[in-house]
């Protein structure tokens, strides 16, 4: 099956109501797919199973494609750009929207000062119209555009279809060793030009790094980590720190992942105390964004056993009907001011806006 046999596949089970994954990694020239065979809902209920998993920021619903129920594929990507891409312009502000995001923020400050929280992410939601949209063009373009990030088109019935290019793996997993990265910071990229980094931005990433050391040690006694360097994700760029980690056991797998997730670069610290004040401070439901998705114990690509390969589902929208929904946020700290947050999602809404 070719490249462009699978993206007319989507049209194809989108039609059906049947779940799909269909996916890029970052890096790579080959999109891989799993088209599940019946239109049942699946759930992750054993984590032993091989397959796609796809999870809400709270964590309560794990959807699944289960490998043992699909048709799945791989192949080069040959087929080539479908337009050009939207050059950068800044979109119309929505005042209310602005007003709402910034007293969000104001409060996020607040409750950080009051020593409740070392750090909180704030998100929000923007509406973009488009008349006819166009599932697989879209795809297409996030497919050339974000060679650097995970690429992904994902439908069931109960989630929806979302589609994604997120810089950010949640863990990689083979052999006992898991990777991992601590992600934070944002500005734009500009070309030429070096990163100047503020004190406020390391910091934030600072706490991300802790934050995943110490939630290692306990399954791990061999833990590395490179010094923060810059990282571009397409029009942005973040600081971003490698980590390593050798398991004890290989069935501490399930632990660590309930353990990172949700990070502190989508979520906050201490985790659980921040993640009731976004979801009674947000005026909004997340779903999926900032959960995590992939490959749970196969890697599809290479047709390999023992392989998890998942990410942090930021860079996202959920398409309904016409209307594609963009899910944005920011790491807020002590030093935060609203205005400046605002205007970083602003930006990062480009990412999606871009392809639409």
């Keep these: ?3 462009t046999d699978i993206l007319l ?8 109501k049947k779940p799909f994954a269909v996916y890029s990694k970052p890096g790579s020239d080959s999109i891989t797919a799993l088209f599940q065979k019946d239109a049942i809902q699946y759930h992750l209920d054993k984590f032993a199973d091989k397959g796609f998993v796809f999870v809400s920021f ?3 619903k794990k959807v699944f494609i289960p490998a043992n129920t699909s048709h799945i594929y791989t192949a080069k990507i040959t087929t080539h750009d479908t337009g050009i891409i939207k050059e950068y312009k800044e979109p119309t502000i929505d005042k209310k929207a602005k007003e709402d995001f910034e007293n969000l923020v104001a409060n996020s400050v607040k409750a950080i000062k009051s020593g409740k929280f070392d750090k909180l992410v704030a998100s929000r939601t923007e509406t973009v119209a488009e008349p006819n949209i166009n599932i697989v ?3 297409q373009r996030l497919l050339h555009t974000y060679p650097n990030a995970f690429r992904y088109c994902f439908y069931t019935p109960e989630t929806g279809l979302w589609m994604g290019a997120t810089p950010e793996q949640l863990l990689k997993f083979s052999n006992n060793t898991l990777n991992t990265v601590a992600l934070a910071g944002t500005q734009l990229y500009k070309e030429g030009e070096e990163a100047v980094w503020e004190n406020k931005e390391k910091e934030e990433q600072q706490i991300v790094t802790d934050y995943i050391m110490s939630s290692l040690q306990e399954y791990s006694d061999t833990i590395t980590t490179t010094p923060p360097y810059t990282f571009r994700a397409g029009n942005i760029i973040h600081i971003k720190t490698d980590i390593t980690a050798k398991l004890k056991n290989s069935n501490y797998l399930k632990d660590v992942i309930n353990k990172l997730h949700p990070t502190p670069a989508v979520c906050g610290m201490p985790k659980m105390e921040a993640m009731q004040f976004l979801l009674e401070n947000e005026g909004y439901n997340r ?18 056993d ?3 390969n998942l990410f942090v589902n930021l860079r996202c929208m959920k398409i309904v009907n016409n209307k594609a929904h963009l899910y944005i946020g920011c790491g807020i700290t002590k030093d935060s001011n609203p205005e400046k947050e605002f205007f970083e999602t602003v930006n990062k809404s480009m990412t999606m806006r871009r392809v639409i």
């Design 1 to 3: 099956m070719t490249d």
């Design 9 to 16: 596949k989507i049209k194809l089970h989108l039609n059906d």
């Design 58 to 60: 709270n964590g309560n």
């Design 137 to 139: 063009e879209i795809y």
């Design 287 to 304: 779903e999926y964004y900032s959960g995590y998705l992939g490959e749970l114990h196969h890697d599809f690509t290479t047709d390999s």
């Design 306 to 308: 023992n392989h998890t």
